[in-house]
């Protein structure tokens, strides 16, 4: 499934219900209406009656800690930019170098911890789990930040640094070595596996588990996500730029279903007015006190 199959099965028609006014004025007045709420007080009501929590989580929250996003102008590693090597092509051609800058990543990667918006989320799906409600966390991020804070629910659309993936049988495996291999800058990763041969292992060259530009989100990841923002009645949008698909189609698809969704970020982004809730600021700054125990709630 390519990622503008599954964003356009689900894609709803009124988006924004400015494209289908005919004037200016009538367009204004519309997202006039739209304009989200940055009122604490009324998103800790809907939080306190959610049974069903959908976080969806990009690169903003990851950069409160130090990562780099390898965008814009600074988006440089020597002196490729990212997207030329995160791709199925570059591996192709020099898997040396695409294992270099992605073993530059893991070693930044092992030197940064999560942030208060990280352990805010993870401490809310510990917390809510014990009164029979969830929490689901949707990432964009490869860095497992999530997972050293403790989140147990977790959905890595875009896979792991920490996961390696072998391009001949296709084995999975985690790998949390510093240096992953003393080889690397030479001869790239040989799969250690011994799925086809038992007695030399599978010698399939290794590739970081991610999804590169150009290549499609694991199916069986995307029916997760799907079962899972059905089942939400309460969705957040956090540190994300909602221009990534088929990720900046899955919080419009929820509130297109009346389901509320707040979004928390550092400035407002293309999906904003399509939003209940908007609270603008760093995420570690304004996710704690929105994830906080309400006073209804009861601690057994």
Not at 8 to 24: D, K, N
Request: aromatic share 8%.
């Amino acid at each position: 499934m390519s990622l503008f199959q599954f964003a356009s099965r689900r894609l709803v028609s009124q988006v924004s219900c400015g494209l289908r006014s005919s004037s200016a004025k009538k367009q204004q007045l519309c997202l006039e209406m739209a304009r989200p709420s940055s009122n604490m007080a009324d998103f800790r009501e809907v939080f306190a009656k959610a049974k069903h929590i959908a976080i969806i989580t990009g690169a903003g929250v990851s950069a409160e800690s130090g990562v780099p996003t390898f965008r814009g102008a600074g988006g440089f590693w020597r002196k490729w930019q990212a997207q030329e090597l995160a791709t199925p092509g570059a591996f192709a051609r020099n898997p040396s170098r695409v294992w270099e800058f992605y073993h530059y990543r893991r070693e930044v990667m092992l030197s940064k911890h999560p942030n208060p918006a990280h352990i805010a989320i993870a401490e809310c799906e510990k917390r809510l789990s014990k009164q029979g409600r969830s929490v689901v966390v949707i990432t964009q991020n490869i860095d497992e930040l999530h997972r050293k804070a403790g989140s147990k629910h977790l959905l890595e659309i875009h896979g792991s640094l920490f996961k390696t993936r072998c391009t001949n049988c296709g084995n999975v495996t985690a790998n949390y070595k510093s240096p992953i291999c003393p080889a690397l800058a030479g001869k790239g990763l040989k799969c250690p596996c011994q799925k086809h041969h038992a007695e030399d292992g599978c010698n399939g060259l290794l590739r970081p588990h991610v999804v590169w530009f150009g290549e499609t989100l694991d199916p069986d990841v995307l029916t997760e996500v799907e079962k899972e923002l059905d089942m939400c009645d309460l969705c957040l949008v956090v540190g994300t730029s909602s221009v990534v698909y088929p990720a900046a189609m899955f919080a419009p698809q929820v509130s297109a279903r009346g389901v509320p969704v707040a979004e928390f970020n550092t400035e407002p982004t293309p999906a904003t007015n399509r939003f209940r809730f908007h609270f603008s600021g760093p995420c570690g700054s304004t996710l704690p006190p929105a994830l906080a125990r309400h006073h209804s709630e009861i601690i057994a």
